[in-house]
């Protein structure tokens, strides 16, 4: 099985910065894709941004040139860099993971348990 760990989420400024971290642990045999989604209060779950195995980097168009996704193969970490923080982007943010978890097993898709980033203006 594998879990998801995130970190990072908290109170910030509007303008300012933070970073989200997301570890994947657990049997793991390959990592194919990690992300971010994000959920505000009343809204439907919408994706932030992924990243590929060969680090090809996909934004939503309100986080582009904003956040800077990352991930760490070696540490099964995803890292999701969000500056000019507005308070729009307030949401609970959640780490998505694409992953084997043994040689026979089937791609599965991975949901951390959410971290709270709220941006006051």
């Known amino acids: 099985q594998v879990h998801l760990v995130e970190s990072g989420g908290g109170l910030v400024q509007a303008g300012g910065s933070l970073r989200l971290s997301c570890a994947a642990a657990?049997?793991?045999?390959?990592?194919?894709?990690m992300g971010w989604y994000r959920q505000a209060p009343g809204k439907q779950r919408e994706l932030v941004a992924t990243i590929g195995r060969g680090d090809r980097s996909d934004y939503s168009v309100s986080v582009k040139g904003r956040f800077t996704i990352s991930r760490d193969n070696a540490k099964n970490t995803v890292f999701l860099q969000m500056s000019s923080l507005k308070p729009e982007d307030t949401a609970v943010y959640y780490c998505n993971v694409v992953a084997q978890s043994t040689t026979t097993a089937p791609l599965q898709v991975y949901w951390g348990q959410g971290t709270q980033v709220t941006v006051d203006s």
């Open positions: 657990g049997t793991i045999v390959d990592i194919s894709s």
